[in-house]
């Protein structure tokens, strides 16, 4: 079935530092991969998505990357700042006909002043 | 604010009990997910539904259950219920499967 791996769980950075989350999926049909950020008692909110036909994705700070090949994608987040402080979720889904939204199970990310 | 609207915010309730939690989408879109939020962990995939059919099912308990009307507003089931059952459920929104999902502010729901 399909799946979605994360890592790594906790990544503590100092602020002005580069973070580098990756994620593994399963299922080689999947076409869409967003990512979200959960801040502390909110929901959670896209930040950056990408789609298969494309291998890189960059929005100021933030960059999405995709390996279709390895089934591999990755957030980089530049240049970090305490308010990148947050949970970060990963998440691959498939064309209509199946629907599935499955999201990894999530990197703490502490930025340290 | 996302456009998707949960009720109620809290809840608590005793062991045994059942509870309906509703979710109402954004204008628009089709899709309705129920995600399940354990302190400090990720989002559990629950259920998905689309234009009013369930469409995928996630790790979801049998005492649990769903449904999304005809105005396409959606409702999570959950009965008998146990002290583990207590989480933040989100509900979520596309207008497909491989778009940007808008998610609630969660029901937290507390079995005591």
């Known amino acids: 079935g399909e799946n979605v791996e994360q890592h790594p769980s906790t990544l503590s950075v100092q602020e002005g530092d580069s973070a580098v989350i990756k994620c593994t999926y399963s299922d080689s049909a999947s076409n869409y991969f967003p990512w979200y950020k959960q801040e502390l008692g909110k929901r959670p909110q896209l930040i950056i998505d990408i789609r298969s036909n494309v291998g890189e994705k960059k929005d100021q700070r933030i960059a999405v990357t995709l390996n279709k090949t390895a089934k591999h994608f990755s957030l980089h987040i530049t240049e970090t700042q305490p308010e990148d402080s947050a949970v970060y979720f990963c998440a691959a889904s498939k064309p209509p006909g199946t629907y599935k939204y499955i999201f990894g199970t999530g990197t703490r990310l502490k930025v340290l002043a | 604010d996302s456009g998707v609207t949960q009720t109620p915010k809290h809840l608590i309730t005793a062991t045994g009990q059942r509870v309906t939690l509703r979710c109402s989408p954004r204008s628009g879109d089709l899709s309705v997910y129920w995600y399940q939020q354990s302190l400090d962990q990720g989002l559990q995939f629950l259920i998905q539904?689309?234009?009013?059919?369930?469409?995928a099912k996630g790790n979801i308990l049998e005492r649990f259950s769903a449904q999304q009307f005809p105005d396409l507003h959606s409702e999570l089931n959950l009965s008998s219920l146990e002290l583990g059952d207590s989480a933040l459920y989100f509900c979520?929104?596309?207008?497909?499967?491989?778009?940007?999902?808008?998610f609630g502010q969660g029901t937290r729901l507390t079995v005591v």
């Open positions: 539904y689309y234009n009013g059919e369930e469409r």
């Open positions: 979520a929104s596309s207008v497909s499967g491989d778009t940007e999902a808008f």
